[in-house]
């Protein structure tokens, strides 16, 4: 019902900086937070950040907190994830995703309350 789709992966050296978008369309309406997670080779995906549309509240794992912010463009219908000082620990495909109450995603540190995923963007960072 809301499909998502990521962009602006790459490869990137370490400690150099990238910014990944996702763009949100159909059933938007329904759909009150955004969140970020990653998912690199061998591991299970993991939760990043999350961002209200409304508020614009943020939340951080501590993993990326400080070298990560998450954003939106209401306008545009668009989320960010801007990544500084890169690490190749980072290497991993990210995926954004949409869901309908922030609360909940920070309750329960993105275990519960997304709903629509996109389909992931590489991001690579050499050493």
């Known amino acids: 019902q809301v499909q998502l789709v990521e962009s602006g992966g790459g490869l990137v050296q370490a400690g150099g900086s990238l910014r990944l978008s996702c763009t949100a369309s159909?059933?938007?309406?329904?759909?009150?937070?955004m969140g970020w997670f990653r998912q690199a080779p061998g591991k299970e995906r993991a939760f990043l950040a999350a961002?209200?549309?409304?508020?614009?509240?943020?939340y951080y794992e501590d993993s990326v907190k400080g070298r990560f912010t998450i954003s939106r463009d209401n306008a545009k219908s668009t989320v960010y994830l801007q990544m500084n000082s890169l690490k190749p620990e980072d290497t991993a495909v990210y995926y954004c995703?949409?869901?309908?109450?922030?609360?909940?995603?920070?309750?329960?540190?993105?275990?519960?309350?997304?709903?629509?995923w996109g389909q992931g963007t590489q991001v690579t960072v050499s050493s």
């Open positions: 961002i209200s549309w409304r508020t614009g509240n943020t």
């Open positions: 159909g059933r938007t309406f329904s759909s009150y937070a």
């Open positions: 995703a949409a869901g309908e109450r922030y609360n909940t995603i920070v309750a329960s540190r993105g275990a519960a309350g997304f709903g629509s």
